[in-house]
């Protein structure tokens, strides 16, 4: 089966650093774009960043741009996202989601995602 | 990058039927077919449900359907069930590659 495994969230002081992890498992990681996407308590989805199966090309939301950084090992599975300057409203659970069709939009498996949570 | 508009509540009987919408800009919904929805069970990972405004994924009863015009799609769901109640949210491909979700929807079933 299809699996994304989230980890890395945490509670974080405003300002701090956090790395987050999704490793993946039961499919061919490299031919697959990923992407991130967070959920604040109570709100709704917001896409967080994209990256191409490659890692040629990634793309932001403007909220997280030039704070955010997302990455992968495709020898190791793994997606990350590397959250620098963090701010209370970074404050969710981020998911990771596998990308499929044209430009990666369809995010067709989901992580149970991980909990980060921005406080001093 | 605005999220796309959706009614924060929906609501029907066992049997009816429901329709959600999703209301974007030519830059987004509008611009292309690349609309999905979304289910998401409270304190569960989203589901995606339906992909290119009207195709509906593996193991998706066609009880739910999607369909688009203009700038707004739209989430049918028949035959409402209970298994049915959960928040659903619309996604579209906003060009340059960039992603937008609606606000979300919580879909009752009374």
């Known amino acids: 089966q299809v699996h994304l495994v989230e980890s890395g969230g945490g509670v974080v002081q405003p300002g701090r650093s956090l790395r987050l992890s999704c490793a993946v498992s039961?499919?061919?990681?490299?031919?697959?774009?990923m992407h991130w996407v967070r959920q604040a308590p109570g709100k709704g989805l917001e896409w967080v960043a994209v990256i191409w199966s490659d890692g040629s090309n990634k793309n932001y939301a403007d909220s997280v741009k030039g704070r955010f950084t997302i990455s992968r090992d495709n020898s190791k599975n793994t997606l990350y996202v590397q959250m620098n300057s963090l701010r209370a409203e970074d404050t969710a659970v981020y998911y990771c989601?596998?990308?499929?069709?044209?430009?990666?939009?369809?995010?067709?498996?989901w992580g149970q995602g991980t909990t980060v949570t921005v406080s001093s | 990058q605005s999220a796309l508009t959706q009614p924060p509540s929906a609501s029907g009987s066992p049997g009816q039927s429901v329709t959600i919408s999703c209301t974007g800009t030519s830059s987004d919904v509008g611009g292309y077919n690349y609309v999905s929805w979304y289910q998401q069970h409270p304190g569960k990972a989203p589901k995606l449900m339906i992909y290119e405004v009207t195709k509906r994924t593996s193991g998706v009863p066609d009880r739910f359907s999607g369909s688009k015009s203009g700038n707004t799609a739209s989430l049918t769901v028949s035959g409402l069930q209970a298994e049915d109640e959960a928040d659903y949210y619309c996604s579209s491909y906003a060009g340059s590659n960039n992603y937008v979700f609606g606000g979300g929807t919580k879909l009752t079933v009374l």
């Open positions: 989601a596998r990308g499929i069709a044209y430009h990666y939009y369809v995010m067709d498996v």
């Open positions: 039961g499919f061919t990681f490299s031919t697959y774009g």
